[in-house]
């Protein structure tokens, strides 16, 4: 059975949500055959037509929006009443899979998995680093965790952080040897610690002001492809660093790092934990998403 025990009603609305029979059939776990199949059975014994299909598009009718307007509170309510019942079992216990970028998996610590595993002692997590973007139901884990634009559409996302930043960095002591660039022109006067892609090439500043975009290509004096390092590098001088705004937040503070043209490296979307849909989510996982909204209630 689905998460409400009302299969037909929960692929029509994931159907509705989706625009897509093959997107709700990957939230749900189903196969799209038998989503179209669900759709149609209820169709028949509704004896009127919810979607409009074509090969290339999924709409609602008009009987069928006054109809999901109807149904979706119901089931809203019953999910409600399915996760207070659910709450009160057994607390969860396993392992929870995660794949992240290296740069990333030490930023979920503080207080997150920290916290999570002191509620859940019987939970167990393994997290797999790595740079290339990987096929997460494929490769068996639980969830994944990547920047907001690189999440796949047919994933369910859960925001971790705010909306992050990239910024132009370095020491105090080099500032005070090379001076501060004035603007992105400048900057090829002075010394970039470059960062290594895992397909090889060194990857390029990007910034914008005013939708006007600049690429940077600089001398680099050190390359290096792990960001511990180049956080290493930039604190002791060697050159500037285009970093993640959450990873030198301290530096920042204390005055160890400085940033220049901050006016031109505008906001994106920040981290999200993405899991492939609604369907049999692990308790494991369950937990962690609901510890994930809590803490971010707290803070607001």
Known sequence: M???????????????????????ARELGMSATAVSRAVAGLEARLNVRIFNRSTR?????????????????????????????SSQTAAPSGTLRINAPPECATLLFEPLLRDYLQRYPAMRVDIATEPRRVDIVAEGFDAGIRLAEFVPQDMIAVPLTGEARMLIVGSPAYFTRHGKPRTPDCLVHHQAIGMRLSHGGIYHWELER???????????????????????????????????QWFIHAELTNGRLISVLEE????????????????????????????????????A
């Open 264 to 299: 031109w490296c505008p906001p994106f979307g920040g981290l999200q934990l993405y899991y492939p849909g609604r369907r049999h989510v692990p308790a494991g996982l369950k937990a962690l998403i609901e510890l994930i909204h809590e803490q971010r209630d707290r803070r």
């Open 57 to 85: 598009s999924v709409a609602l009718t008009d009987a069928g929006r006054r109809y999901i307007a109807r149904i979706a509170p119901a089931l809203a309510e019953i999910q409600r009443a399915s996760d207070e019942i």
């Open 210 to 244: 005013h939708g006007q975009k600049h690429v940077v290509n600089m001398p680099t004096r050190l390359v290096l492809n792990e960001m511990p390092a180049i956080h290493q590098a930039v604190c002791s001088g060697i050159g500037l660093a285009f970093m993640a």
């Open 2 to 24: 689905h998460r409400t025990g009302l299969t037909e009603l929960d692929v029509i609305l994931a159907v509705a949500h989706r625009q897509s029979f093959r997107g709700a």
